[in-house]
């Protein structure tokens, strides 16, 4: 290998490198230096983290060949701008305005930043939206908007009409930071470039860590008839091939399905594949070796010989007759879970004057989170396996990894990594499970950093779903049945199946006051990616499904989706589709909020209409349950430290959307009394060694969750503080009397919960909930059928809210989720689906700017401080907004998502000759009937104790 000397200056200071010019990016040689503030998420030029200064200009500096770069020429990176006690206004106004929700993008978009305003000091909102565009600054997190704010803040600093302190957070007069917009206290390290994500922490690794590669055949239904090493073993560096045979234990990952109509146990995915892949993405074995590029190397000289099977690559394939078992011994369709409410549906329907009925799909929806899969394994101190990455459930691996590991009880230790996101994928246990194998086999500590393409094709998705719907309303249009058959397309694994069956039957149909209802949701296999969970699990594709049925059953009716909707929505003593009340009524005051902007946009829509440019509106009512419901629990510790501050010990998993903020505001609120400056509460997160199991960060779950239990845990403290005459001990004080000065505190649904019967779908399985109404405002260009959304609003109710920035990210992040869920996000598992553009990720440019969030809140009885959490509701609605409007503005239904340009063109075509384009009937498994009936007939006992998400 020859090697090249070169000197750069970097950030202001020559610096003499040395790097290997066949294959050394600047971002190699930068991240080698240690200046790992530039970080790599794409490798491929697509996301801009690795944004730099390159003699003044914006480069993305993972596409930037290290032999191009002319000695002398001058690199600024974002440890050059700002220090933790010297901020660049960038920098500053990132943490003020919401910039930094998982950080992984902050350098990059930062360095992009500086490199406009140093171009052009006065840019207008349009024009930064324009230049992290054209840089490909990819930011999955924050929508956009917060980061747009801090340019245009920082930039009224740089060109002297603000000062820092105005666009620095001041604590208010009183002290009270709940409900205020406190920065996160892990934003200073991620503007400043000093957070070590993932592959940081890998680079940083002790002498003796191996690299460890993957070896995916790329199949999605094959047998492994054998696996030829011998030439890998061989390759410079390589010391060991891992197979599944190297593992010790039952190589099984043990999710248990416990819902009690499940014909799978949850317990067929290998560690590694064994006998066969089931789907595109499996690892069959992993190289081990000095260096990353020795292990890729290696792995691609591992040989392979495998049996192609009938690949089913749809739900509807895998349930076809005549197909083959993807699981030997499990049906395909392997869960079927009813609802049965009110009256026999098929009377109910034939006797309604309005009918109306669809079918719908919706798609494999990928996270797109920017910065790839790492996962960190080895032997701690205490002899545990220490398992590092982006986990969600730092839970999980505790609870179903040792058997197929071969370890006793007790020996796992998880801990989550700064993470560059995950909205759900990372709740899977199934990368810790990879390495940890690996640091066994090897009796090595070992990291792993995943391709985006191979992180891509390893991990779950949003599973896609198939639906069948009817729905029918009287001649006041008032809703009097529905019916739907729904099928989750759950892919290779059944990875919490029965949880996200339960979701279609709780949630189609969500606000309306309906009084009879016959429905079955199915889970199936195919040979897809497994599905997993993603933000609003499961509820996305309900309403994909039911909030178009609504609007379609308005225009049947003659309403106007608003009036129709009005009418519908449940009031004070109406039951939901499960026949229990809901929490709160707040549907109509929501809707009475948005009935101005309604009529203004319909308006403006109505008057900009042109045959070319059609303009539309469309309304889509969301939310989402608070907790995992039945046998929900939680628990977190506070200790009173010597110096008077106090340490929270919990497992809130930060994704990004504030597992530190959150902690910090409900901690400080709840410790009042003691008048602590914020400064003074210190986090100690995501180490299951040291803090007390909380759960897993999903289903609304943590705020409320770890809200309770710091609540509980503050009350037994101040409890134990205070003495007699109201005023509170010292930390001396306490010890010296021997009373203890940390404290756990639990919260727990099991009281106030009560599961779906397995039987009926009747139940009230959470104890909140959280509700929002979307509408979206939309303009079809009918030549070429390309959608663009001009604005997008929603209107919330989450009970009183703790952190106003980290709730605001969420919205904006979650909205732009679901803008590109309704117009171009897709994943097939197969190699064409491994990038960000390949899957459909949209710009700031195809975000509208006009994001318009209003918080409604209403009392909540259970929740801390009145506060449900949000991100779950966020995110389930908004993509119907938007399909609604496109049938608004250009009269063409799109019933299978994404509605791509080319669909919405081929609608147009058809609808000017007088068709619709639209799926026919599915067949999911059986009738749905049949179905229905054969429940009926065998009733099975109550699922046992599970947390649901
Ligand atoms: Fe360089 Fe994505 S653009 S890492
Ligand atoms: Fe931008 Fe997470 S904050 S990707």
Redesign the pocket.
Known sequence: MALRKICININGVDRMLICNPGQDSL?DVLRRTGLTGTK???????????SVLLDGKVV????RKIKDIPDYSKVVTIEGIGTPTNLHPLQQAWITYGGVQCGFCSPGFIMSAKGLLDKNPNPTREEVRHWFTIH?NACRCTGWKPLVDAVMAAAKVMRGEATMEDITFQTPADGRIYGTNVPRPAALAKVTGLCDFGDDIGLKMPDGTLHLALVQPGLSHAKIKGINFSEAEKMPGVVKVITAKDIKGTNRIMLPVTHPRSKADGFERPIIADTKVFRYGDVVAVVAADTEEHARAAAKKVKLDMEELPRYMSYLDAVAPGAMEIHEGIPNEYLRAPLFKGEDTREVLAKSPYVVEGSFYSTSQPHLVIEPDVTQAYIDEAGNVCIHNKTLATVFPLLTLAPGLGLPDGKIRVIENPTGASFGYSISPASSALAAACTLALDAPVTLTMSYAEHQAFSGKRAAHYSNARMGCDKEGKITGFEFDFAYDHGAYTEMADILASKAIRFAGFSYNIPNVRALARVGFSNQTYGTAYRSYGNSQAYTMSEQMVDMLAEKAGTDPFEFRYKNLARPGDLNINSYPFKEYPFVTLMDKLKPLYEEAKARAKAEDTPEKRRGVGIAFGGYNVTGGPNDHGEVALELNEDGTVTNYNTWEDQGQGGDVGTLVLTHESLRPLHLDYTQIKLVQNDTAQCPQTGPAGANRSHYIAGNAIRDAAKKLLDAMRKADGTYRTYAEMVAEGIPTKYLGVCDTTDITKDLDPNTGIGDPTPEYNYAVFFAEVEVDTAIGKTKILSMKMIYDIGAIGSQQAVEGQAYGALTHSMGFALSEKYIDNKDYNSLIKCGFLYADDIPDDIYLESVPSPRKTAPFGSVGCCEGFQSAGHVAVLNAIYNAAGVRIYDLPASPDKVKAALEAKALGKELKPDKYFLGSDLFEALDEIAENPVSAAGPTMAL
């Open positions: 971002a790599l998420g794409c490798k491929t030029g697509q996301c801009g983290s690795c993305r500096s993972c596409v490909r």
